[in-house]
């Protein structure tokens, strides 16, 4: 059974400042996928990685996939109040074919 | 591209009623969707898988007599909450995932409120 593990759970940190949030999964998986939950929403997708290797940016956010470490990291640069929300990583080892499992959800707020 | 409709966003209800939510893929056929159940700062947890035209997989734990969920056409879903009790309120959001774009969409999510 897939298990996801995500760290850390709550973070809150400063403008401006940088950190990296991890996402730990337990079976092999080619693919990965990042969201973005705000308050009271559902989920937004904010990148797709689809191989080992896979690097995507979206302006203060980039995502990376090590699929031999079973890894992924959501790197925040220069982080600004905007950036408050949940995000959730989820890994997916049939190929976009059947059901996702989702990390418990890293809590971000970014104060000024 | 690859947009799932879901209403209605909210609904607040009485116990012992039921309750339906639809979830249509607006540009896209979704062979299969899901549904998903999300509690307060919890993280989304799956209830079933439907899959159009045959019968929804449900997760262990979920009672499919009380949670009906019906996939008649490529471009429809509902999920049925059937005599919801106030244990059922919660964040329900359906999900489907779409080839092309190598990724699943998800609806905009139903806050029920049972009273």
């Known amino acids: 059974e897939l298990k996801v593990e995500q760290n850390p759970l709550f973070l809150s940190m400063q403008e401006g400042k940088n950190y990296t949030i991890y996402c730990n999964y337990s079976t092999t998986s080619d693919r990965l996928y990042w969201y973005r939950q705000d308050p009271g929403k559902s989920l937004e997708s904010l990148f797709v990685l689809l191989s080992n290797g896979a690097v995507k940016q979206e302006g203060r956010l980039m995502a990376s996939l090590d699929t031999k470490a079973r890894l992924s990291t959501l790197h925040i640069t220069a982080a600004v109040h905007d950036l408050s929300a949940t995000y959730f990583c989820?890994?997916?080892?049939?190929?976009?074919?059947?059901?996702?499992?989702f990390g418990k959800g890293t809590k971000l707020t970014v104060n000024p | 591209g690859a947009v799932v409709s879901q209403h209605p966003s909210w609904v607040i209800c009485k116990s012992g009623t039921s309750v339906k939510i639809e979830c249509r893929s607006l540009d896209f056929q979704a062979t299969t969707m899901f549904w998903y159940r999300q509690f307060p700062k919890q993280s989304l947890m799956l209830m079933a898988t439907s899959n159009e035209g045959s019968k929804a997989t449900y997760e262990q734990g979920v009672e499919k007599d009380k949670f009906l969920i019906n996939h008649a056409s490529l471009t429809l879903s509902t999920l049925t909450v059937t005599s919801a009790h106030p244990e059922d309120s919660s964040f329900y959001i359906c999900s489907a995932s779409y080839q092309g774009m190598g990724g699943y969409t998800f609806g905009s999510g139903t806050r029920l409120t049972v009273v």
């Open positions: 989820a890994p997916d080892p049939r190929g976009g074919s059947e059901k996702l499992v």
